[in-house]
């Protein structure tokens, strides 16, 4: 027997430790994505990295990499303000905009990103019909199974319409708005409707999902760090909770524990740490972009002055 948590005000329940530990093939499938989306993906892929162009380039991809899974809404700003019309793509993706290979320019993102977009939907569908059949998803880490992540992607999908729209930067920032709420409520309303006992499971997934697809960190430059971390806990804490606390859904009994959880705090607080690293970065980007914005505009003032001089 083991003691679970309902969602529905966590009223603790016995149930037959087995009902819980027959993970289906969607489960395992979901598991395997969430795990290799959040904790591998943003280190693994830019190993090539360390041989081709040494550690310190690794580095810094990595911390882009980390900036864009926590806070694509404001990578997505950044790079459509930063970089040229036509490498806001190469930007949003990568953090460079020259030197790169098509692979590390475009089939690596779309790979990460498809495994995000696929993730995401099994994850909804899992819970969605979990609650339909009013099955025991205990705890609200059973709504943080990988889809909050999803503004990562369609982020992406965004940076790249716009870039081929022609659409300045005002308006590249309000249909972002418009598609992550429009998306985000539809996901929530799903969740909701096919929650009988109206528990509200679907509200702390929301807003992680809000605030990772909007740009917060410029809005509010003081609260960058918290995003962050609030970020991480949405990524992350649906799998770790479940690993720890036998009060949350897991269904996959054989992995709880510490072996299994502790490897995903580590690589949480690593990739955290990580986009604090890549955050501060793109500050220092901004800055340098300001400061050149502001000296080309002087010297258009000084270049019309001397024509007026010039005429007179």
Same mark, same amino acid.
């Given at each position: 027997?083991?003691?679970?948590?309902?969602?529905?005000?966590?009223?603790?329940?016995?149930?037959?430790?087995?009902? $819980?530990?027959?993970?289906?093939? =969607?489960?395992?499938? !979901?598991?395997? =994505?969430?795990?290799?989306?959040?904790?591998?993906?943003?280190?693994?892929?830019?190993?090539?990295?360390?041989?081709?162009?040494?550690?310190?380039?690794?580095?810094? $991809?990595?911390?882009?990499?980390?900036?864009?899974?926590?806070?694509?809404?404001?990578?997505?700003?950044?790079?459509?303000?930063?970089?040229?019309?036509?490498?806001?793509?190469?930007?949003?993706?990568?953090?460079?905009?020259?030197?790169?290979?098509?692979?590390?320019?475009?089939?690596?993102?779309?790979?990460?990103?498809?495994?995000?977009?696929?993730?995401?939907?099994?994850?909804?569908?899992?819970?969605?019909?979990?609650?339909?059949?009013?099955? $025991?998803?205990?705890?609200?880490?059973?709504?943080?199974?990988?889809?909050?992540?999803?503004?990562?992607?369609?982020?992406?999908?965004?940076?790249?319409?716009?870039?081929?729209?022609?659409?300045?930067?005002?308006?590249?920032? =309000?249909?972002?708005?418009?598609?992550?709420?429009?998306?985000?409520?539809?996901?929530?309303?799903?969740?909701?409707?096919?929650?009988?006992?109206?528990?509200?499971?679907?509200?702390? %997934?929301?807003?992680?999902?809000?605030?990772?697809?909007?740009?917060?960190?410029?809005?509010?430059?003081?609260?960058?760090?918290?995003?962050?971390?609030?970020?991480?806990?949405?990524? %992350?804490?649906?799998? !770790?909770?479940?690993?720890?606390?036998?009060?949350?859904?897991?269904?996959?009994?054989?992995?709880?524990?510490?072996?299994?959880?502790?490897?995903?705090?580590?690589?949480?607080?690593?990739?955290?740490?990580?986009?604090?690293?890549?955050?501060?970065?793109?500050?220092?980007?901004?800055?340098?972009?300001?400061?050149?914005?502001?000296?080309?505009?002087?010297?258009?003032?000084?270049?019309?002055?001397?024509?007026?001089e010039g005429f007179a």
């Open positions: 027997m083991q003691l679970f948590a309902r969602a529905d005000g966590f009223t603790p329940v016995n149930v037959d430790q087995t009902a $819980d530990c027959g993970p289906s093939s =969607l489960d395992w499938a !979901i598991l395997v =994505l969430t795990v290799i989306t959040t904790h591998v993906t943003w280190w693994a892929t830019h190993i090539p990295t360390i041989f081709r162009e040494g550690i310190r380039t690794y580095l810094e $991809d990595v911390a882009w990499e980390c900036l864009r899974f926590h806070e694509p809404g404001y990578v997505g700003l950044v790079s459509s303000m930063i970089a040229p019309r036509e490498e806001w793509q190469a930007k949003y993706y990568t953090g460079r905009t020259k030197e790169l290979s098509k692979f590390k320019k475009y089939v690596s993102p779309f790979i990460i990103d498809s495994s995000l977009v696929v993730s995401s939907i099994l994850s909804v569908y899992r819970l969605c019909n979990g609650l339909r059949q009013g099955q $025991d998803l205990s705890g609200w880490n059973s709504s943080l199974w990988c889809y909050p992540s999803l503004p990562v992607a369609l982020t992406g999908i965004w940076i790249v319409i716009a870039s081929r729209l022609q659409l300045r930067v005002r308006f590249v920032l =309000l249909g972002q708005l418009l598609m992550i709420a429009g998306i985000g409520a539809a996901i929530a309303l799903a969740v909701h409707y096919n929650d009988p006992g109206r528990t509200n499971i679907w509200i702390g %997934s929301t807003v992680i999902f809000a605030v990772m697809g909007t740009p917060l960190a410029i809005i509010v430059p003081q609260l960058s760090f918290m995003v962050i971390v609030l970020a991480a806990v949405g990524r %992350s804490v649906g799998p !770790i909770a479940g690993a720890l606390s036998t009060d949350a859904y897991f269904p996959f009994c054989a992995l709880r524990g510490t072996r299994f959880g502790a490897p995903l705090i580590t690589f949480t607080v690593l990739a955290c740490l990580f986009a604090m690293y890549g955050m501060v970065r793109t500050w220092k980007e901004l800055m340098e972009d300001t400061r050149q914005r502001l000296a080309r505009r002087e010297a258009r003032k000084r270049a019309q002055m001397r024509e007026r």
